[in-house]
């Protein structure tokens, strides 16, 4: 019952834009522990951006700068905004979930247990 969909990914130029929707069914958008995760091939999944527990966002350090994240609580949806786009940002873009009731409880933290449909990003020099 729940998913998670990614899109509006793509092949840009290095120094361009891209804006990542994902879509959401089965879960608020307000819910804690949702974001976006990264995998190149060959390399280990990366969380990019949250909205983690507490009322805080995470930025992978690597993106600070560059990426915002943000939603919309009323089309139920969240969304990467990336910039400054460089080859290393070559991925497979996933929005995902936690989806234990305890993302509710404050000082609880973020087990990310749910990835949905990805998209592919490909910036080239």
């Known amino acids: 019952q729940v998913q998670l969909v990614a899109s509006g990914g793509g092949s840009v130029q290095a120094g361009g834009s891209l804006r990542l929707p994902c879509t959401i069914s089965g879960l608020a958008a307000s819910r804690n522990c949702m974001g976006w995760f990264r995998q190149a091939p060959g390399k280990e999944r990366e969380e990019v951006a949250s909205f983690r527990t507490g009322g805080t966002t995470y930025y992978a350090d690597s993106v600070k700068g560059r990426f915002a994240v943000s939603r919309d609580i009323a089309k139920k949806a969240i969304y990467l905004q990336m910039s400054s786009l460089n080859p290393d940002d070559t991925a497979m873009y996933s929005c995902?979930?936690?989806?234990?009731?305890?993302?509710?409880?404050?000082?609880?933290?973020?087990?990310?247990?749910?990835w949905g449909q990805g998209t592919q990003v490909t910036v080239s020099s």
């Open positions: 995902a979930a936690d989806l234990r009731d305890s993302v509710w409880v404050g000082g609880s933290g973020c087990r990310y247990n749910y």
